[in-house]
């Protein structure tokens, strides 16, 4: 599924979320019920400045009297490894993000994420190769 | 150097000698520090890093870093022991005082 198939089928009514520099950011509504939406796209990678960003519109939700839920959707191929990063201290960028969303949450936003695209699916067919090992392994023991 | 890059660049609010008891006093004081998760903080941290992502953008390596931060023989850092390092760094660094 495309981000835009997941965003149609998520929010058939429409939806205000936008993608820029494989950012998400918007709203969307599901059953009356408004859901602040944010994320990373594109099997991007996340730096210094996207955690940045991302920790912005999550101090911005948070701003908001509402406690409308926040749905954070990955397409990411995990942090950005660059020397940059690794100069701007990636780790607190990253650490900050966390924080911001751990405050929506205690302020009464219902946190969602939702892992989707191609990371996503190669992750799913190790996990499924993990298992017949495991399995072999687990007969091999028993047949002893 | 990545641990001393850290203190500079207020990432690590410690730095000390590389052994245990070191590390475990270091601890205790972390440990006894009154963290905060409230948005007055948050707001703080943000600004914190976008101030940071702006003073050293263009930096090419550490020694850049250092030299914009106004440490003395920038390229001196990695080699120096503990306590030089320390009284050459300690009113130069960035801090995370007030931002968490």
């Known amino acids: ?144 | 150097m990545g641990g001393k890059h850290r203190y500079l660049i207020g990432g690590a609010d410690a730095f000390v000698d590389d052994d245990v008891p070191a590390f475990r006093d270091a601890a205790f004081l972390a440990l006894a520090g009154k963290g905060r998760l409230d948005i007055d903080i948050l707001e703080a941290e943000q600004q914190r890093l976008e101030r940071r992502l702006h003073r050293f953008d263009k930096a090419h390596d550490a020694v850049d870093i250092w030299k914009e931060l106004g440490v003395s023989k920038p390229a001196e850092i990695p080699g120096l022991a503990t306590n030089d390092f320390l009284s050459r760094s300690t009113d130069k660094r960035e801090t995370a005082n007030d931002a968490r």
């Open chain 1, 1 to 144: 599924m495309t981000l835009a198939d997941i965003l149609a089928s998520l929010f058939p009514a429409g939806h205000e979320v936008a993608i820029a520099d494989n950012l998400i950011a918007g709203c969307g509504t599901i059953d009356n019920t408004p859901v602040h939406v944010i994320g990373i796209a594109g099997e991007s990678p996340l730096g210094c400045d996207g955690a940045f960003i991302l920790a912005g519109r999550v101090l911005d939700i948070v701003r908001h009297d509402d406690t409308a839920p926040i749905l954070v959707l990955i397409d990411s191929s995990s942090q950005r490894m660059s020397r940059r990063d690794e100069l701007l201290g990636l780790s607190e960028y990253l650490a900050h993000l966390a924080k911001t969303l751990l405050l929506a949450e205690a302020q009464g936003h219902r946190t969602i994420g939702l892992l989707y695209g191609g990371r996503c699916r190669r992750s799913l067919h190790r996990y499924s190769s993990c298992d017949r090992h495991a399995r072999s392994a687990s007969e091999a023991r028993t047949r002893q």
